[in-house]
Structures are given as structure tokens and as C-alpha cells.
């Protein structure tokens, strides 16, 4: 068996060779249109701000604390990164040593290059296994799974006679409201305990009229309505966060007790797995066991932590499964500057810190992976130009909280510039004449102009004294105006949602020369001089 990861071309089924390269991903991973549009009427939906708002501030206050307790934390960090670095250094040999080691334990293992082939062998294996109940249709149970949310596995099974019903509580809620998740931790983030309680009044069969919002309640008529489901249902379908390559072990990590019940009862337990989440032995599991539930839910440690090992004689599920999923991941990892993104493990941090998603949400993103890592996962598995996906790189204000934030130190401000030079060269290169003109006089020509002037004008500090020589005009029709609320062309965007207060009499430079006595020309001046000598001198020296 031959794996083609990390490499500069794939070969479909029929051993063609694609000739465009790598495949983009397929699902539930694009923008459905730019972000800006979207992101607008999101910020339109008060309620939604203040349900982002209060789970966002609260998570992240949970999670400094839980991160404080650890003196060796950076430590930590340094090592998750490390990890994964292998991992993906590595990743072809340890899929393979992950596959021999799963088989050898009575598991079955199953390849599929996107979401197409991953859905089919799902499906495939259902209907092997789950019988045809009364109603003419077959059931599984399902464990919260961002693979499966990707490759729309609920969506495809539906008219295939397969109903997938959620467990987690709030991938419940978003089910049985025919919503989309919105958070990677938390899927039902956007909605508050009222909300929730009125959609269990109308999704749930014979749930108590006299429901109130009390989370102990909402969740006593969650658990009533899958019990049964837990005890009938012979299939269940799962994610992991972490396959170890060297034993073959899969492993699920939670906080409600479902994922446990989904991966001891059914006969017949099908997990997807994303082909980054190996890791190379078990030792490596001490890092994020710690990592990630500090930077997910703000625990010690997680409540429930599932592994297992192929299938035990007399102990859980006896079919074992396991599909794994590339879907775009090896364009992901073809790419120099953004292959550090499959590093993520999905914990949510980025999202908790980030002003953009805390007033956007989820939904704006479009893909299954929202925030500041789906802003650079998703255009890294579809390619940037992939149908809205090239407006994701500029969802962020580039402040570096998320960085700050990630266990396994992603450079996500890094790797958006990187996607946002991308998207402008591809469309520069593709560009005819008449585009490339009309595009000089759009907002994008005029922030390019603009920057280029800015770049030269601040290269040299005589430069910028001369600029500052207009300072006291405008600074003088600044104050009659008070201030700046209107300006044309791409600036405009600025000041539809912001005033510029009126300018300063003086410019720093003039105010530190009166006041300290040093002149910054002279200065720099001097330091030209010191430039030239040091020249002179290497060119003797040489």
C-alpha cells in the first residue's frame, strides 16, 4: 500500500496523475461568499454579540487561570510544536507504521483522498452493519467529530436512508435546531440557555411542555432523549484527537460522558481521523494531555479520556474501523509557510482571544474550521482562490493574540500575510490589462499605492521630515473640523466606522528636537556618514 502525502502531484484511483498538482479539499471547507458581506450582517445580530461576547470573556479568563498554574507552560508549548514538527516531517512513515500496527490489533484500516471517497466508505460500512429498522431506515450514533463536519457526512447519509444522531450535547443542540456550528469547542456557542430550551420544545418527541432554561434541566432532557439511542444503536461513528503510530491506538478526549457510551456500546465503531493527528508514540501524549484541556475547556484534565487499541476479545465494539482522511491535507502540507497549520489540535484558543470572531461568530467564516485557524485552514486545503475561500487570509486585524494563545505556537498572523501575498500575486498574474487597470483604480490599487508610497517616504528620515513640513495645515483644518469622519477612496472604509481625531500641532521628531534639543535630521545624517566610513574601511580591509 502506497501513500502520496507532502508531494508535488497525486495520483487518482485510476493511477492518472492529476495535472494541476495537489487536490484541494471538497465539504463543508469554503466561504459561501466574501467575508466582509457576511461578517456584516453578523455584527447586525445584537443577541449573537452579546451570547459571543459573554462565552468568549469567559472562557479566556478560565483559561489564563488554568494556564497559570504551570510554571513550565512555554515548556510545554515548545514541546507540542516540536511534536508535531516530526509528525509532519515524518507523516508518511508514520501512517504506515500507524495502519500495520491498528490491522495487526484486529482493526480494519480504509484510505479516502477526500471527503467523496470517506463518505462512501462510511456509508458502505453502515449498511454491512446497522440494520433496517421499522421505519425503513438504519441509525447511528455519532461522537462530536470536526472530520465528519468537514466531509458532510451527516448531509450525504440522510438520502441514503441513514439517520446520524449527535450525542454531544451541544452538536445536539445545533442538530435539532438545522443550525451549522459555530465554535470548534463549543458548536452552539452563539446560542444562550432560552434559545436552547426552545429548540429541545420543538426537536425533541415528548420532551416536558414545562421545560424552563435551567441548565440542569436542558440537560437531563438531552440525556433522556439518547438514552435509548445508546442502548439500541449498533453502529457509532467517532473522530480522534490523537492516533499513536508506533502502537496503532486511537484516542478521544470529552467532557459529558457521550463519547464513552458511543465507543463501548455499539457492536460496530467507525472512527474518522484526519491523517495530522498521528503522534509518534505514547509518551508524547503527556505534553497534550496537558496542553490541550488547559487551552480547550480550562480543566486540569479532561473528565473522560478514551483509548483504544484495534478490538478486544469481550470488551467493546468487536468491528473496528478506522477511515484516513486526507481531504486537501496534503496541500496543506505541500505548502512551505502554512504546513505548521495541521499542527492544530483543535482546541479553540485562537477563537477565544480573537476580536474578529468574537463579534463575526463562527457562521462568518463559512467552513467548518471558523476563527483565526480556519482563516488559514481552510484557503491551505482548498487553495486560496477556491470560491470565497481568498477573502479568509484578511479576516483578522494580524494583532498576534492567537499565536499568543496556540499550545502548539502556530504562527497564524505569519501564515495569513503569507495567504494574503498569495491571493494578490494569483490574481495579478491571471490578470489581463484592462483588469490590471481597473483594478489600479479600485480600493485594493489605492491601499497598494498608498503602502508603496508610505514604504518610501519611511525609508529615509529626511523623507519623513519633509512630509511633516504639511503638518501644522492639516493640523490646523483638522480643529475647525474637529476632527476627521470622511475620507474618500479606500481610506473610506476606515471612517465608516471610525472618526480620526484632529492631528497634533507637532510631529514627535519636531517635539523631541524643542524639547530635548537633538536634531533628528543630524542624526540621521550622522548615521549615514558612520554607514559610509564602515563601507570605506571593508573595502580596504578587502
Known amino acids: 500500500m502506497t501513500t502520496f502525502l507532502g508531494m508535488p502531484a497525486v495520483l487518482r484511483a485510476d493511477g492518472a496523475e492529476i495535472a494541476d498538482g495537489l487536490p484541494g479539499a471538497q465539504g463543508n471547507v469554503f466561504e459561501r461568499e466574501q467575508f466582509p458581506q457576511y461578517a456584516s450582517r453578523e455584527l447586525e445580530d445584537e443577541q449573537l454579540r452579546r451570547n459571543l461576547g459573554h462565552a468568549t470573556r469567559t472562557i479566556r479568563e478560565k483559561r489564563l487561570g488554568a494556564v497559570a498554574e504551570l510554571p513550565d507552560w512555554e515548556d510545554l508549548r515548545d514541546s507540542g510544536a516540536a511534536i508535531k514538527q516530526r509528525v509532519m516531517a515524518e507523516l508518511p512513515d508514520l501512517l504506515e507504521q500507524f495502519a500495520d500496527a491498528f490491522e495487526a490489533r484486529g482493526g480494519h484500516v480504509h484510505w479516502a483522498r477526500d471527503a467523496q471517497e470517506a463518505n462512501a466508505i462510511v456509508r458502505d460500512l453502515i449498511e454491512e452493519n446497522a440494520p433496517i429498522l421499522g421505519n425503513g431506515r438504519r441509525e447511528v450514533v455519532k461522537i462530536k467529530s470536526m472530520a465528519t463536519q468537514e466531509i458532510g457526512l451527516n448531509e ?149 479520556t478514551s483509548f483504544w487499541t484495534g478490538a478486544t476479545a469481550g470488551d467493546g465494539p468487536q468491528n473496528v474501523h478506522v477511515v484516513l482522511l486526507d481531504n486537501g491535507r496534503s496541500r496543506a502540507l505541500a505548502d512551505e509557510w502554512g504546513r505548521s497549520a495541521l499542527n492544530c489540535i483543535r482546541c479553540s484558543a485562537c477563537m477565544n482571544v480573537c476580536p474578529v470572531y468574537e463579534r463575526t461568530g463562527g457562521h462568518a467564516y463559512g467552513s467548518t474550521y471558523p476563527g483565526p485557524i480556519g482563516a488559514i485552514l481552510s484557503p491551505l486545503m482548498t487553495g486560496v482562490q477556491a470560491e470565497e475561500n481568498d477573502s479568509l487570509p484578511y479576516a483578522s486585524s494580524l494583532c498576534g493574540a492567537c499565536f499568543d494563545a496556540c499550545p502548539v505556537k502556530i504562527d497564524i498572523p505569519s501564515i495569513l500575510v503569507h495567504l494574503r501575498g498569495e491571493d494578490v500575486a494569483t490574481k495579478a498574474e491571471g490578470a489581463s490589462a484592462a483588469e490590471r487597470l481597473t483594478d489600479a483604480t479600485s480600493s485594493t490599487g489605492q491601499l497598494s499605492a498608498g503602502l508603496a508610497a508610505a514604504s518610501w517616504a519611511m525609508a529615509d528620515g529626511r523623507r519623513i521630515a519633509l512630509a511633516e513640513r504639511a503638518m501644522p495645515i492639516a493640523a490646523a483644518l483638522t480643529r475647525l473640523t474637529g476632527g476627521i469622519s470622511r475620507l474618500p477612496g479606500v481610506v473610506g472604509k476606515w471612517t465608516s466606522s471610525r472618526d480620526i481625531p484632529a492631528l497634533p500641532d507637532q510631529s514627535f521628531r519636531n517635539w523631541w528636537r524643542r524639547s530635548r534639543g537633538t536634531d533628528a535630521d543630524a542624526i540621521a545624517a550622522q548615521q549615514d556618514a558612520g554607514h559610509d566610513q564602515g563601507s570605506q574601511n571593508e573595502g580596504d580591509a578587502r
Open 156 to 304: 450525504y447519509l440522510e438520502p441514503h436512508g441513514i439517520d446520524a444522531f449527535e450525542t454531544d450535547l451541544a452538536e445536539l443542540i445545533v442538530q435539532l435546531g438545522d443550525d451549522l456550528p459555530s465554535h470548534i469547542l463549543v458548536p452552539a456557542i452563539h446560542k444562550n440557555r432560552s434559545e436552547i430550551r426552545d429548540i429541545f420544545l420543538e426537536g425533541i418527541p415528548g420532551v416536558d411542555p414545562g421545560l424552563t432554561d435551567e441548565p440542569a434541566k436542558l440537560a437531563e432532557a438531552a440525556r433522556k432523549h439518547l438514552r435509548h439511542k445508546f442502548l439500541t444503536t449498533k453502529v457509532a461513528v467517532s473522530g480522534a484527537n490523537f492516533g499513536i503510530a508506533s502502537t496503532g491506538t486511537l484516542g478521544v478526549v470529552e467532557s459529558e460522558g457521550n463519547g464513552r457510551m458511543c465507543l463501548t456500546l455499539p457492536e460496530t465503531l467507525i472512527t474518522v481521523m484526519g491523517v495530522e493527528k498521528l503522534l509518534p508514540q505514547p509518551e508524547d501524549l503527556e505534553v497534550f494531555l496537558q496542553l490541550l484541556p488547559r487551552s480547550s475547556t480550562a480543566e486540569r484534565m479532561n473528565p473522560y
